[in-house]
């Protein structure tokens, strides 16, 4: 199957997550818009966690560390949804650009680009402070195009009262499975990402869609 993975944020650990997916589930990757570097790319991050997955060349990429939309415009170029072509594969991992409401161009968002795309989503969210509100928001939107969600991965995990909370709280007012916690990490290596197993819930989520 094809899956979306999207944020609360930027900067939250989608290439982390999408790493950990495509090497235990075998699935390729694709990320259809990169901003913020043409050499050191999440393309290129997740290869050198992952080294033996099949990853396809991006759509729009651009130096700027900014909106995508906005990128486009310091470029003098415009990114057309129309000529974003989703790789022929059957096992993909999609990885967006910041979250589900960053402006593609001036009347699309990143969230037009899942719909177009049609396929189901999973969250990728911070465990700390904050993060019951982001995602309570990204689920509201996407909820509201009728785009199915998979569920959330907490990511940087650690195991505290406060976490667990946000854990229970997402879960309940999003109506929503949390699917897996990525514990913490210090230095993350490609071994760090191989010895993490998949938890069964995540697993069953992705087979039984």
Same mark, same amino acid.
């Given at each position: ?9 930027? !900067? ?14 075998? #699935?390729?990757?694709? @990320? /259809? ?15 050198? &966690? ?9 759509? #729009?990429?651009?130096?700027? /560390? ?9 470029? @003098? ?28 161009? %001036? ?10 795309? !049609?396929? /189901? ?15 309570? &928001? ?18 940087? #995990? ?20 949390? &699917?897996?916690?990525? /514990? ?9 990402? %191989? ?6 819930? &995540?697993? @069953? ?5």
């Amino acid at each position: 199957m094809k899956i979306f993975v999207t944020g609360t944020d930027t !900067n939250v650990g989608k290439t982390v997550i999408c790493s950990w997916l495509c090497y235990h589930l075998n #699935y390729a990757y694709w @990320k /259809p818009v990169q901003t913020g570097s043409r050499e050191e790319t999440d393309t290129k991050s997740l290869q050198k &966690l992952a080294n033996q997955i099949i990853c396809y060349t991006e759509q #729009y990429i651009f130096e700027e /560390p900014v909106s995508p939309h906005f990128a486009a415009k310091l470029n @003098k170029a415009d990114i057309d949804l129309n000529k974003i072509d989703m790789p022929e594969v059957r096992n993909l991992i999609i990885e967006g650009a910041g979250g589900v409401l960053v402006p593609l161009n %001036q009347n699309k968002l990143m969230i037009d680009l899942i719909q177009q795309l !049609n396929t /189901p989503v999973i969250i990728v969210a911070r465990s700390s402070l904050g993060t019951i509100n982001h995602t309570l &928001l990204a689920i509201e939107a996407l909820r509201h195009r009728k785009i199915p969600i998979l569920g959330v991965i907490l990511n940087h #995990y650690v195991e505290s009262d406060l976490i667990l909370e946000n854990k229970r709280a997402i879960e309940t007012y999003g109506q929503v499975s949390v &699917l897996a916690e990525f /514990p913490a990490y210090a230095t993350l290596t490609p071994e760090y990402i %191989q010895k993490t197993i998949l938890p069964d819930k &995540l697993r @069953k989520a992705v087979n039984n869609d």
